[in-house]
C-alpha cells in the first residue's frame, strides 16, 4: 500500500492518523509514505503559498516514481476538506497518479468536500476536472454516520464507516477519575484557537460563570495568533487572569495537561469537523466532554451520558453545560467514568488497527 499524506508536524488529527496508519502492526501489508506535508503550522492549512507549489510538484514526482518502482495494490489517498485551495492541490495530484493506481482508496478524514459539488460548480472545466480527480474511487473511507456521505455523492465503489481510535496515553497518570486536587477546577480546551473552532463562544460562557461567582481556569492548549488572543481577552474582560495559554504541547507535557483537568470542551463549528481526536483523548483520560452536536461528535460523546451536547455558537447554551458540571463532583465523575469505558470499547488503537487492516485487504482482493 502506498500512504500518501502528512505526518506532525504540524499536529492535527489526520497528521496523528496517517502516523498510526504507517506505525501500527499490520500484517500482510507492506506500506510505502509519500510525505505531503504542504503546512508548516496549522495557521497554514487551506492558504496559498509559492513554496506549496514547489512542493506540489515534488509529491506528484515522488508518487509517479513509488508506483513505477513499487506498483502497490492499493494507493490510500486523504482528500481535502470543503476548502478550494487544497482542493485544486488535491484535482491536480490525482489527476496525475489516478492512471496509475490500481485501486484507490479515499479516507474523509476532513469532512465536507461533497458539498461543493453538490453546491454546484460554475465552470465547466473546473466541474469535468473535480469529477475526474474524486469520482468512483474503490473504497471510501468515513468516520461517523452523522457526518456528510462524501463517499455516495463521489460514487465511490465501496464505502466503510472506520471511527478513529487511538492509544492509551493516560496510562501511568493519575486522571480525574482518581484524583481531589485542591484549588480552583480546569476547562480544557485543546486544538487550534480558532474562532470556528469555538473559541470565543466557549470564552464568552466561561466569562458568564465568571461573573456568576464559579471559580475555575480556562485553558487553551494549541497555537493562537496575537490578534485571536487579544480578541479573547477582551471577551474575559477583568477575568482575563483566569485564562492560560498554553500553547502546542506534545507527549508528557500534553498528557499531564488532560490529566489534570476537570472539564473537556470542543465546541467547534469548524466546517471540516469530522471525529476529533481530542474528544478521544479526553474520554481516555476519564475527562466528560462538553461539545456542540456537530459532524461525528454525537457518534462519539453520548449526550447525558458521557457528556453533554451543545448547540453551536450558543453562548449561553454552553455555559448552562459547563454550569452542571462545575457544580457537581459525582455528576462529572460518572461522566468521566463512562466516557473512560466508551473509549475501552470503541475507539482504541487496537480495534481501529484491526478494522483498517480489514478494509485494505478487503479492497487489495
Known amino acids: 500500500m502506498l500512504i500518501i ?27 510505502n509514505h509519500v510525505d505531503l506535508s504542504y503546512s508548516r503550522a496549522l495557521e497554514e492549512t487551506g492558504q496559498f503559498k509559492l513554496r506549496k507549489v514547489c512542493r506540489l510538484a515534488s509529491v506528484i514526482l515522488k508518487t509517479l516514481w513509488a508506483l513505477a518502482r513499487r506498483r502497490p495494490d492499493v494507493v490510500y489517498y486523504p482528500p481535502a476538506g470543503p476548502m478550494w485551495v487544497p482542493v485544486v492541490r488535491d484535482i491536480v495530484t490525482l489527476l496525475a497518479i489516478r492512471p496509475f493506481s490500481r485501486r484507490m482508496v479515499f479516507h474523509f478524514h476532513g469532512v465536507g468536500l461533497s458539498a461543493l459539488w453538490l453546491e454546484g460548480i460554475r465552470s465547466r472545466v473546473l466541474r469535468f476536472l473535480f469529477r475526474r480527480a474524486y469520482f468512483g474511487a474503490d473504497l471510501a473511507i468515513m468516520l461517523a454516520p452523522s457526518v ?33 486536587r485542591p484549588g480552583p477546577l480546569r476547562i480544557l480546551f485543546v486544538g487550534a484557537v480558532t474562532e470556528p473552532k469555538g473559541v470565543f463562544v466557549l470564552t464568552e460562557a ?9 471559580n475555575f481556569r480556562l485553558q487553551l492548549m494549541g497555537s493562537c495568533e496575537p490578534t485571536v ?11 482575563s487572569d483566569r485564562l492560560d495559554f498554553l500553547d502546542v504541547l506534545v507527549g508528557s507535557k500534553k498528557w499531564r495537561t488532560y490529566a489534570s483537568t476537570d472539564v473537556f470542551s470542543l ?30 461528535i454525537p457518534d462519539m460523546v453520548t449526550h447525558e451520558e458521557t457528556g453533554l451536547l451543545v448547540r453551536p455558537e450558543d453562548p449561553e447554551d454552553l455555559s448552562r453545560a459547563l454550569r452542571r458540571l462545575l457544580s457537581d463532583d459525582s455528576l462529572r465523575h460518572d461522566m468521566g467514568e463512562r466516557g473512560r469505558r466508551r473509549y475501552e470499547a470503541e475507539f482504541t488503537l487496537e480495534r481501529w488497527t484491526d478494522t483498517m487492516r480489514d478494509e485494505v485487504l478487503r479492497v487489495a482482493s
Not at 499524506?5 to 506500506?31: C, N, S, T, Y
Not at 488572543?229 to 477575568?239: F, K
Not at 481530542?278 to 461525528?296: D, H, I, K, Q, S
Open 206 to 214: 466561561a466569562s458568564r460563570l465568571w461573573y456568576a461567582g464559579f
Open 148 to 180: 456528510p456521505d462524501d463517499g455516495k455523492v463521489l460514487r465511490a465503489r465501496r464505502r466503510a464507516y472506520v471511527p478513529n481510535g487511538i492509544p492509551d496515553a493516560a496510562a501511568g497518570y493519575v486522571t480525574a477519575l482518581e484524583r481531589r
Open 267 to 296: 465546541p467547534t463549528h469548524y466546517e471540516a469537523e469530522g471525529l476529533p481526536l481530542v474528544c478521544l483523548e479526553a474520554m481516555a483520560f476519564g475527562v466528560p466532554v462538553v461539545a456542540t452536536r456537530w459532524r461525528g
Open 229 to 239: 488572543r487579544r480578541a479573547i481577552e477582551e471577551r474575559a474582560g477583568p477575568h
Open 5 to 31: 499524506g502528512q505526518v506532525p508536524p504540524p499536529h492535527h488529527g489526520q497528521a496523528v492518523m496517517i502516523k498510526q496508519l504507517l506505525d501500527a502492526p499490520m500484517p500482510g501489508i507492506e506500506r
